[in-house]
């Protein structure tokens, strides 16, 4: 599709070359049989000029590559009325690069939206005094939580302010899905206040762009997908299910921030020597999920009954599986994970996660 798009704007911008040569005297351009005067002639020149700026861009997939593209599709349709009857075909070369820069202008706008949340975020968030989480600290918790705590490299080290990461997957969009989607994504936590904006791009069917964000803030969630970055497929929000769902996300996401489990909005609860209930209430809204460990106080799974969607009367029982464990920044985490939801004909599981990178600001950081 890049390469087509290339070779469109090369051969578009190069008709509108030529309109210039001819006005000139310097060659013949008999697609216009129309005289073009000197002075409309510099106009063909400039729609040239603004094609080859916006082929450069597009090939070294400038973000901002659009911004002339339109500049220069505005230009040569100008042309095209002028010289209706030789040029009006030209009108769908217009078309299909106008349709494709809008698109990459979405795109742009999308990202730029999500920066600008998690700026506000950041701002948002409190900078408390550095405190090093010590032993003395975890002893109100079960046995099976400070094993983790300690095993994780948490205790020692300063409690962890905010979170980014950035994240590859494959998914399984629906369940009758057989071939996995790869996508990438980026994802920043705050943990006073609790927060996260997490934002994901694919591909559907090799060409098709996605673009998704989840939220969750001031106790309340939001999932927004897009095709394109610009048609809504699905916009949930201000619903009690999102608000539980996207908190339970960030509750079984601590595992990559471990000192979070210390805050006061978590509570828990033992289950066994090594599984614990742990239950995330904050401004009005609340969920829980049960974290199981293995013997050797890594990370196991997170369990949670947890909404899909706000279609969904009753919660399905949703499972994240550490497949993999490793230290980052000092800290042991899960970099490779699983999720699965229940279904009444079978499980499935629909996303693969690897991290690629994460970065912590710790607390007086």
Known sequence: MRIALAL??????????????????????????Q??????????????????????????????????????????QFLIFAFWQDAKFGTILNLVILA?????????????????????????????????????????????????????????????????LEQEAEMLLKPEQKNWTSAKARQYFTVEPP??????????NGFIDVTGRDKFENGKGEM?????????????????????????????????????ALSPYISWEKIDDTSARATMEYMGTKGSGVFHF?????????????????????PSKWTVIAT???????IKIPTQCEATWEMDNGDWTWLKLRIISISYKWCGG
């Open 324 to 330: 993999k464990t490793e230290e980052r920044n000092g």
């Open 100 to 164: 494709s820069a809008i698109i990459a202008y979405a795109g742009y706008s999308f990202k730029k939206g999500v920066s600008e949340e998690i700026t506000q975020m950041a701002a948002l968030s409190e900078s408390a005094d550095k405190t090093v989480v010590s032993e003395e600290m975890i002893v109100h918790l079960p046995a099976a939580v400070q094993h983790w705590l300690v095993q994780s490299g948490a205790v020692g080290k300063a409690r962890v302010h905010n979170v980014y």
């Open 224 to 260: 927004v997908i897009k095709l394109f970055s610009i048609i809504p497929v699905a916009d949930a929000r201000n619903n009690d299910k999102i608000d539980q769902a996207t908190l339970q996300r960030y509750l079984a996401e601590i595992v990559w921030f471990p000192s979070a």
């Open 195 to 204: 927060a996260f904006n997490w934002s994901v791009y694919l591909k559907m």
């Open 35 to 76: 005289p073009i005067s000197k002075p409309v002639g510099m106009i063909w020149l400039g729609a040239f000029f603004l094609f080859a700026v916006t082929l450069v861009l597009f090939l070294l997939q400038h973000r901002l590559w659009w911004a002339p593209g339109i500049a220069a599709v505005a230009v040569s």
């Open 294 to 314: 293995d013997e050797s106080g890594n990370f196991k799974k997170f369990v949670a009954m947890r909404f899909k969607g706000v279609e969904d009367n009753d």
């Open 8 to 33: 469109l704007i090369v051969i578009h911008g190069m008709i509108h070359l030529f309109g210039f040569l001819k006005a000139f005297g310097i060659a013949e351009f008999n697609a216009i049989a």
